[in-house]
């Protein structure tokens, strides 16, 4: 089984910076597929970012790119998402997500159903 377990959310204003952290617990001698999604109240949950752990490929929603920035320590089992330039459109309840994979899923990389490990969650709140 496979737990995860996201920190570092918070408010900030506009423009600020958070980092987020997802911490992988469980069997962790694999490669994965891993994601940041976030959902904000009344609406569908999003993909913001993926990464393929084995290559260290990244993909990005378009509304994140050149802002955000998905990230790996495999020494210490945790996945990052660098946030700049928050907005307040960004504010959300943001999911890390995980399921193991030989490859990277490419396009598929947003897609809910492509992963069987979610997180509690940790909520980002930006006031403008």
């Known amino acids: 089984q496979v737990q995860l377990v996201e920190s570092g959310g918070g408010s900030v204003q506009a423009g600020g910076s958070l980092r987020l952290s997802c911490a992988v617990f469980?069997?962790?001698?694999?490669?994965?597929?891993m994601g940041w999604f976030r959902q904000a109240p009344g609406k569908e949950r999003e993909g913001v970012a993926g990464?393929?752990?084995?290559?260290?490929?990244?993909d990005y929603a378009d509304s994140v790119k050149g802002r955000f920035t998905i990230s790996q320590d495999n020494a210490k089992n945790t996945l990052y998402l660098q946030m700049n330039s928050l907005k307040p459109e960004d504010t959300a309840m943001y999911y890390c997500?995980?399921?193991?994979?030989?490859?990277?899923?490419?396009?598929?990389?947003?897609?809910?159903?492509?992963?069987?490990?979610w997180g509690q969650g940790t909520q980002v709140t930006v006031s403008s």
């Open positions: 469980g069997y962790t001698d694999s490669s994965y597929c």
């Open positions: 990464i393929y752990t084995g290559s260290g490929s990244a």
């Open positions: 997500a995980a399921d193991f994979c030989l490859r990277s899923i490419g396009d598929n990389w947003g897609k809910l159903d492509e992963y069987n490990f």
